[in-house]
């Protein structure tokens, strides 16, 4: 039986190593060389806002929904599910009010996905989550106050 698995690791081993070599392997479309990662270290909300969007304004919109329960258990692993209908390839940035560096997330969303996001998200404390949707070069939001009974990062 050992030497089964030993042979199975080998021969994926040699197919890896084959497939790198001949440059198969790398994470061209994985690269991020324009990511925005000041905004993610930024302390206050207003600097992480500026720095993402480029000082653009971020409009409330009823095109975007946060959904999440009003309280939590844990702030580790706060479930939410983000819902829109605007069309396009979406940009979709979280950010926790609360939290020592309020930008938690940001992805980007195919449009076969139909506009929609279910993830988990850390807070620190009770507070304000924010999703900011981007599409078309415009910025819509939806805001929800969560109440943590246990904080999550600390």
Known sequence: MRRRCLLSAGLATGSLAIAAQAGLLWPVTVLASDWPADGFYATRLEDAMAIL???????????????????????????????????????????SVSNPTPAVGRFELAPQLGGQLDTRVKMANSGDLIAVVTADGKHFSARRHIQVAAGGCG
């Open 53 to 95: 969007f480029g000082g653009e304004p971020v409009e409330p919109s009823d095109h975007v929904q946060l959904q999440a329960n009003a309280i939590a258990e844990n702030g580790a692993s706060v479930p939410i599910a983000i819902r829109t209908d605007l069309a396009g390839p979406l940009l979709l940035t979280l950010f």
